[in-house]
């Protein structure tokens, strides 16, 4: 079936770098485009970001350019985002979500399971 | 940045009542580019409707969306015991896509 499959939970330390994966199956990898939403604790829905994983190109919302970077391997047909110098408010639910049309304009119709960030000293 | 607000924040009604879930935004929405997402806790965000009124694969038609511009509706014509949950509204209309604060609907 469809899905995007997401890496397991992460504790990282003020000031370092985490890269969390996302691999999609079940449809084809270069045809639509994969997004990454946050969660904070009892809040709601943050988008970051997009990468096309055909080309490669990406667009990121601008509160996160220049600590966020999404990546793609299409051999392994798994999209990554790293996001760097973390702070406390970076503990999150982290989810990566599929496009449901071309382009950075759309909804989501697949979502991951979702990936724990804590940031904790 | 477009920003939407949803209300109310907390929606208290009875399984088989009509739910009525509204989202306003601070520009207009460009060619109904607004989903509806249905989030139970410990579980990811589901797609109910795209393009305003358009229901994704598989959601019952209980869940009905309208509205143009700036103003949104999401109505469940009667709830089911599974319907309680929050649901958020989101705009893909510009390319910073941004969602609204929610509305949790919860059983009274």
């Known amino acids: 079936q469809v899905q995007v499959v997401q890496s397991g939970a992460e504790v990282k330390k003020p000031g370092a770098s985490v890269k969390v994966s996302c691999k999609a199956s079940?449809?084809?990898?270069?045809?639509?485009?994969i997004h990454w939403v946050r969660q904070a604790p009892g809040q709601g829905l943050e988008w970051m970001g997009v990468?096309?994983?055909?080309?490669?190109?990406?667009s990121y919302a601008q509160k996160f350019q220049g600590r966020v970077t999404m990546t793609r391997d299409t051999s392994t047909s798994t999209v990554y985002m790293e996001l760097s110098s973390l702070r406390s408010e970076d503990t999150a639910m982290y989810y990566c979500?599929?496009?449901?049309?071309?382009?950075?304009?759309?909804?989501?119709?697949?979502w991951g399971q979702g990936t724990m960030v804590t940031v904790s000293s | 940045e477009i920003l939407l607000t949803q209300s109310p924040g907390t929606l208290s009604l009875s399984p088989g009542e009509r739910a009525t879930l509204s989202c306003r935004a601070s520009?207009?929405?460009?060619?109904?580019?607004l989903a509806w997402y249905q989030q139970k806790p410990g579980q990811a965000p589901r797609l109910l409707i795209y393009?305003?009124?358009s229901r994704a694969t598989g959601i019952p038609d209980r869940f009905s969306g309208s509205g143009s511009g700036t103003d949104f509706t999401l109505t469940i014509s009667r709830l089911e015991p599974e319907d309680f949950a929050v649901y958020y509204c989101?705009?893909?209309?510009?390319?910073?896509?941004?969602f609204g604060g929610g509305t949790n609907v919860e059983i009274k």
């Open positions: 979500a599929r496009g449901a049309n071309w382009g950075v304009r759309s909804a989501f119709d697949i």
């Open positions: 079940g449809y084809t990898f270069t045809s639509y485009y």
């Open positions: 990468i096309n994983p055909s080309g490669g190109s990406t």
């Open positions: 520009q207009s929405v460009s060619s109904k580019d």
């Open positions: 393009g305003a009124s």
């Open positions: 989101q705009q893909y209309g510009s390319s910073l896509l941004t």
